[in-house]
């Protein structure tokens, strides 16, 4: 069984950081990409970022580039969102998923909540 569990989430004041965790298991992690997504109350999801099974190529949305910042550590099994210079419209509940040969992501996690205050 894939479980995603993502952590790091909180209450926070603009400009400040955080580092979000994604712990994978029930599947090959390596060969998965890794993506994060947020959805914001009463907004659709949107991408925010993704990194490829060897953690080359990283890709992010515009608004969190220079900001944010994926990364993978697949001798853990985990998945990271460092965030910086966070703003009030970064508030979202941040889901992290993984798709492999695929389009579309295959696996989600359950989120974390991000609250940045101005």
């Known amino acids: 069984q894939v479980q995603l569990v993502e952590s790091g989430g909180g209450l926070v004041q603009a400009g400040d950081s955080l580092r979000l965790s994604c712990a994978a298991s029930?599947?090959?992690?390596?060969?998965?990409?890794m993506g994060w997504f947020r959805q914001a109350p009463g907004k659709e999801r949107e991408f925010v970022a993704e990194?490829?099974?060897?953690?080359?190529?990283?890709y992010y949305v515009d608004s969190a580039k220079g900001r944010f910042t994926i990364s993978r550590d697949n001798a853990k099994n985990t998945v990271y969102l460092q965030m910086s210079s966070l703003r009030p419209e970064d508030t979202a509940v941040y889901y992290c998923?993984?798709?492999?040969?695929?389009?579309?992501?295959?696996?989600w996690g359950q989120g974390t909540q991000v609250t940045v205050s101005s």
């Open positions: 998923a993984a798709k492999f040969n695929s389009r579309e992501y295959n696996y």
């Open positions: 029930g599947l090959t992690f390596f060969v998965y990409t």
């Open positions: 990194i490829s099974w060897s953690g080359g190529n990283p």
